[in-house]
Each structure stands twice: as structure tokens, then as C-alpha cells.
């Protein structure tokens, strides 16, 4: 695949997005939609086939919707009831996302927003509460359709299983601290039928930081490494920042 020529890659990227979030009781527990349209704008540069090469890109990503319901705890409660519960509680749920390809793709350029295809995602976790700390334990799966437009080939890409950890702490005010760990393995890809060594496992650690600005408005800064566990593969260090604003 012509992406494992792209060496010492740097990229800069800005991405705003919409948001529509939406909680609702299903059979007394609580469920949530999630749909997110993403907008990027960025720059890529580094060695392409041992040559300095770089390019822009700017449009919409792949948007997402999500699903999720709580199995066990989370019952639906008032706001006053939510208000009252102790911080201590066990909940267990599942989800499923979907990802439709809605985002600029050309077949011809090696980096592109969207995907030019179909991504589910069945997930289960586990979230356990105490006082000011919060334990998260997910697993899921990646499934994807076939990109048809490759540059006139087709990529298939075989399931990619992932397994991530969360360590939360309240600081009270709205504030918030996280470390964060996960890893990923699979997706092997096959280019009009042929095996190609380009099969996934990555690691990743992330630190991250939260804050209410006002009470529509919020930020949050993180701190992302991502290490290949395969000779093929990228290593790489990410600051991200991130700004809410709640419509009324």
C-alpha cells in the first residue's frame, strides 16, 4: 500500500464540529444518542518515498451515531434524584456506533478525511464510581466494508479488536483529571484480494485535562502517545485541545 511510503510524517489539524446529544429513559434505564459531524482543516508533511512532500486538506470527516443503553444501574432518575445518589455505583452498558462514509475521500491521494466506507462498533464496558474517582473498563470491535476507490482498487480491512482503561479523578467544580490507556489489534488488509503486511497493534497512553469555562462552555486538553507493537506502523505524540459550547 502506497501509505507505508509516508516517513517522519508531522501534521498540524484544527477540527470543529456539531454535536446533537440526547438522553432518554428505555424500560426504566437510560439510554443515549449520540450523532457528531466533524469539520478538519490541517497540514501533513514529511517523506514520501525518501522525498520531502507535504499538503493541506480541509472538509468534512466521516460523521458518527451512537447508540447506548445501560444494562445494569443507571437507572433513569430526575435531576433531584441524580443529585442525592451516593458517589458510589457499578454500571455496566452497551453500545453501537456507526460510521457512514460522508467525508471528503479521493481515491487518488494517499491522506484523506473521510474513509469511503461503512464502520461499526459494537462496544461493552464497565464504570465503577467511589467518592471523587471513577474506573472505566471497555472492549470492542471494529468492522468495516470494503473501500472500493483505492486508485481504481479495493481495500479490504479484517476486524480490529480494542481493549481500553480509564482512570478518572473529580476535582470538584467540574474540574477533572484522567490517565488513560489502550491497545488495538488486528485489521489486516488485503488490496484486490492479495495479503498485505500491514496488520494493526498499537498501544496507547493519554493524559488529560478538564474544566467548565461557564456553564455552556468547557475545555479540555490531552496528551496522547501511540506506539506500533509491529515493524510496520507509526509511532506518535499528540496535544490535543478541545472547546464545548452548549446551545441552549
Avoid: C
Avoid at 443507571?74 to 457512514?100: C, H, K, N, W, Y
Avoid at 497512553?205 to 468547557?218: C, F, N, Q, V
Avoid at 496528551?223 to 478541545?242: C, I, M, N, P, Y
Amino acid at each position: 500500500q502506497a501509505s507505508l511510503e509516508i516517513e517522519d510524517a508531522d501534521f498540524e489539524t484544527y477540527t470543529v464540529g456539531a454535536s446533537f446529544v440526547h438522553s432518554f429513559e428505555f424500560l426504566g434505564r437510560t439510554a443515549r444518542l449520540d450523532i457528531a459531524a466533524p469539520y478538519t482543516m490541517g497540514r501533513w508533511e514529511g517523506l514520501l518515498s525518501g522525498e520531502p512532500a507535504s499538503t493541506r486538506r480541509h472538509g468534512f470527516r466521516d460523521p458518527t451515531l451512537r447508540l447506548s443503553y445501560l444494562l445494569v444501574g443507571g437507572e433513569a432518575l430526575t435531576p433531584q434524584e441524580f443529585a442525592a445518589q451516593p458517589r458510589s455505583d457499578t454500571v455496566v452498558g452497551a453500545g453501537f456506533m456507526i460510521r457512514p462514509p460522508l467525508g471528503e475521500y479521493y481515491g487518488d491521494r494517499l491522506i484523506n478525511l473521510g474513509t469511503n466506507r461503512w464502520t461499526v462498533r459494537p462496544q461493552f464496558g464497565v464504570t465503577h464510581s467511589r467518592n471523587a474517582w471513577t474506573y472505566e473498563l471497555t472492549g470492542s470491535v471494529f468492522l468495516y466494508s470494503d473501500n472500493d476507490d483505492l486508485d481504481g482498487r479495493t481495500l479490504e480491512w479484517d476486524p480490529l479488536w480494542a481493549i481500553q482503561g480509564h482512570l478518572i479523578r473529580s476535582l470538584g467544580k467540574g474540574r477533572w483529571v484522567s490517565l488513560s490507556s489502550a491497545w488495538g489489534a488486528g485489521a489486516d488488509v488485503r488490496i484486490d484480494g492479495v495479503d498485505r503486511p500491514q496488520s494493526t497493534e498499537n498501544w496507547l497512553i493519554s493524559l488529560a485535562y478538564g474544566m467548565p469555562l461557564t456553564p455552556r462552555h468547557s475545555m479540555k486538553l490531552a496528551w496522547v502517545r501511540g506506539q506500533t507493537q509491529r515493524k510496520e506502523g507509526s509511532d506518535f505524540d499528540a496535544l490535543t485541545f478541545g472547546f464545548t459550547w452548549i446551545l441552549p
